[in-house]
T-cell receptor, first 112, second 111 residues
Framework: DQQVKQNSPSLSVQEGRISILNCDYT??????FLWYKKYPAEGPTFLIS?????DKNEDGRFTVFLNKSAKHLSLHIVPSQPGDSAVYFC???????????FGSGTKLNVKP | DVKVTQSSRYLVKRTGEKVFLECVQD?????MFWYRQDPGLGLRLIYF???????EKGDIPEGYSVSREKKERFSLILESASTNQTSMYLC??????????FGSGTRLTVV
């Protein structure tokens, strides 16, 4: 049973607008969350993280929001650019544990 | 520049062959992982290792084995390749309680 879920397999957004990618999790023990971006034929690259002691973390155009009560996190990209077109994975881990659980990914297409 | 290097970007193997996928990291990381990525299924953990000569099964270990004789190297072995093992294979490493650094992936096709 997947503990981390990304229910939208794809998302299409116009350049310059906001992209919102969503992720839900079931394990209330998760305390550290990551977002990765993956281009075709390349490995995923780290994008942004958030610890459960925070509800928001921002890095340039990328902001991650964490709602612990809803077991939900989201990644906001503002403004979206065509180079952001990729598959985005969210991942989560429990305290003092080295293994991350990944969602199934959301393919973002930013149209020029 | 820190790196996780996977020895092959593309491989084509025949059904029944024994296949070795190699992964080397230069970050002195304790933890190493093998995932496969399939459309609609995301990243699924095959095996991982917390230390030299240690290994643990992930979510889908069937048909695979691993070897970690040195800290920097983690090998994935397909004992007898089958067509349902056609996939993108991703190696990753991490320090204790840290995020992953991924390799570029190996696209394996079993015919």
């Amino acid at each position: 049973d997947q503990q981390v879920k990304q229910n939208s397999p794809s998302l299409s957004v116009q350049e310059g607008r906001i992209s919102i990618l969503n992720c839900d999790y079931t394990n209330s023990m998760f305390d550290y969350f990551l977002w990765y971006k993956k281009y075709p034929a390349e490995g995923p690259t780290f994008l942004i993280s958030i610890s459960s002691i925070k509800d928001k973390n921002e890095d340039g155009r990328f902001t991650v929001f964490l709602n612990k009560s809803a077991k939900h996190l989201s990644l906001h990209i503002v403004p979206s650019q065509p180079g952001d077109s990729a598959v985005y994975f969210c991942a989560a881990s429990v305290p003092n544990f080295n293994k991350f659980y990944f969602g199934s990914g959301t393919k973002l297409n930013v149209k020029p | 520049d820190v790196k996780v290097t996977q020895s092959s970007r593309y491989l084509v193997k025949r059904t029944g062959e024994k296949v070795f996928l190699e992964c080397v990291q230069d970050m002195d990381h304790e933890n190493m992982f093998w995932y496969r990525q399939d459309p609609g299924l995301g990243l699924r953990l095959i095996y991982f290792s917390y230390d030299v000569k240690m290994k643990e099964k992930g979510d889908i270990p069937e048909g695979y084995s691993v070897s970690r004789e040195k800290k920097e190297r983690f090998s994935l072995i397909l004992e007898s390749a089958s067509t349902n093992q056609t996939s993108m294979y991703l190696c990753a490493s991490s320090a204790s309680h840290g995020g992953y650094t991924f390799g570029s992936g190996t696209r394996l096709t079993v015919v």
